[in-house]
């Protein structure tokens, strides 16, 4: 059984540029996560959604990010414009299905993104 | 979600057992431990997780305390490819659908 699969694995672009990452989770997999994970440090969610709806979105900067969940399969996580400080791994996961409560997430592996 | 404390960093010989601890003191009734660890340039890898019991899989081994203050995790037979950092995430069962994760422990698997 494939895992999760994202791409590009790595990503250099120019500050102010626009990027973006796609994640395509386990098949049957309703639950779908995006972490971001700071050099050192261990992955902060920002963003969980149950099928095509974005359930927990609070920590997503809004004001810079983005994300969708077309049809509740793969998902595409966007920064415009992109600054220095984004530069980390961006990370998809997928669960089951998290609405009854205890689901195993599973990781992909990441993108690391680097803006200069 | 509680929270959990770990050693920042362990080394284990090769071929020997890594017993690697967790403490989370403040753990709550409805709250399960999860382990997961990450190779380097790798996402996270689930490991294994308990509630009360004992817990083994092909992975590991997870010993949870009577009064759930403190966990191990063991791998039996350590090798170079274990080395990786190690979380230990509480978590409860219902709401909070994100994992937590700490610092970490390091886990260096020496030859």
């Known amino acids: 059984e494939a895992g999760v699969v994202q791409s590009p694995r790595y990503k250099i672009i120019e500050k102010k540029q626009p990027v973006a990452f796609w994640c395509n989770p386990i098949s049957g997999h309703n639950t779908l996560y995006w972490y971001l994970q700071n050099l050192g440090q261990g992955p902060e969610l920002l963003i969980r959604?149950?099928?095509?709806?974005?359930?927990?979105d609070s920590q997503l900067p809004k004001d810079r990010f983005s994300a969708e969940r077309l049809k509740g399969v793969d998902s595409t996580l966007k920064i415009q414009p992109a600054e220095l400080g984004d530069s980390a791994v961006y990370l998809c996961?997928?669960?089951?299905?998290?609405?009854?409560?205890?689901?195993?997430?599973?990781f992909g592996p990441g993108t690391r993104l680097t803006v200069l | 979600d509680a929270k959990t404390t770990q050693p920042p960093s362990m080394d284990c010989a090769e071929g020997r057992a890594a017993n690697l601890p967790c403490n989370h003191s403040t753990i709550s009734g409805n709250e399960y431990v999860y382990w997961y660890r990450q190779i380097h340039s790798q996402g996270p890898q689930y490991i294994i997780h308990?509630?009360?019991n004992n817990e083994t899989n092909e992975m590991a081994s997870l010993i949870i305390t009577e009064d759930r203050k403190s966990s191990t995790l063991i791998l039996p037979h350590a090798t170079l490819r274990d080395t990786a950092v190690y979380y230990c995430?509480?978590?409860?069962?219902?709401?909070?659908?994100?994992?937590?994760f700490g610092q970490g422990t390091r886990l260096t698997i020496n030859p």
């Open positions: 996961a997928s669960s089951l299905d998290s609405a009854g409560g205890l689901d195993t997430q599973y």
């Open positions: 959604y149950e099928n095509e709806e974005a359930v927990d």
């Open positions: 308990g509630l009360k």
């Open positions: 995430i509480v978590r409860a069962t219902q709401g909070a659908q994100k994992l937590v």
